[in-house]
């Protein structure tokens, strides 16, 4: 695709990694500005509650995706409910699209935040599709 | 119980958290639009991104396309469904009394605030020369099928401005700059209405 500067990976994010409440910001890496540096895009999940359109207009545009050659990784927030992303609602709504669902990915608030970041950091470096499949569509 | 401190809420362009979303070759950045983001997070804008309308809609191996394509029943339809979806978490903020601005994207069919595109004569085989649309003074269809949904549930309209990058010739400085000072006269409109309320 010349002249596209787009990335091809993409991320499912929690709101609470998007927009983290002051009380547990400074226990979280700056999620946003690793996805940025690593290329990816953002997904952004709604804050706990009943979204069940939201959600299934997410999983459509994840369908979209997985089904073109894109990469789409989920990131969790370790003890939150669903890990922060729907995931008991999302999951179905993916397998019912014939969407394999995302890696996922973990943050641990209980851990030092420098080195979930660095942990993050990795995953997202190392995560994409198959050779293949890239060169299948990325042209 | 202590009432909690109003926030401040970007609702943001699908596209500008996410450049994979965009028509192809239309994407500027790898991922999210760092200035956007910076910009809004160095003055302490929470996110909520809106879905992407003509993904859902048309695939992300759509074509071009202008307004008039585009201003169908079906995706007016398409986008009152992602409008609905979307709204009872704006409603949310708006009744908390947290600021709600909305970014879009200028120049989109779709998620134009400022200026959308036109060229009522386009259709059938993709061919167009370049740049032979036009850039008119409008919203884009998805925008103002979200602004008639907050309307029907009683909410006011948002202060809204655009990223200008879908103008044709994308100007990140201009963009910039046109995007800081929306920004700052938010600052200062939200500065005087506090003067106001603390005046005896």
Redesign the interface.
Known sequence: ??????????ALVPDAL??PPDPIRAALPDV?RL??A???????L??PGQ?S??L???A??VA??AH?G?AVVALGVHGKSGDGLHWRRLAPLLRHRGVPLPPRHLIRPDVDAAIEGQRLAGFLAGYDLPVEEQRRWRV | MEKKAPRKVALVANCLLNQNAKVCQGANYRGLVNPVVEALRSRGYEFLQLPCPELAFAGVRRWWAVYEQYDTPAYRAHCRRLAQAIAPLIEQHLRRGDEVILIGLDGSPSSGVRFTSSKPDWGGRPNRPEDDWEIVPRRGIWIEELEAELARRGLPALPATGWALDMGRFDEAGSRRDLEQFLDSREVAAVTRRDKSAAP
């Not at chain 1, 695709?1 to 993409?10: F, L, N, V």
């Not at chain 1, 690593?38 to 952004?44: A, C, F, M, P, Q």
Request: no cysteine.
């Open positions: 695709m010349s002249g596209d500067a787009r990335g091809w990976r993409m998007i927009n946003m996805l940025e690593s290329g990816y895009g953002v997904l952004h709604p804050p979204h359109l939201l299934a207009v997410i459509d545009q979209e995706y073109h894109y």
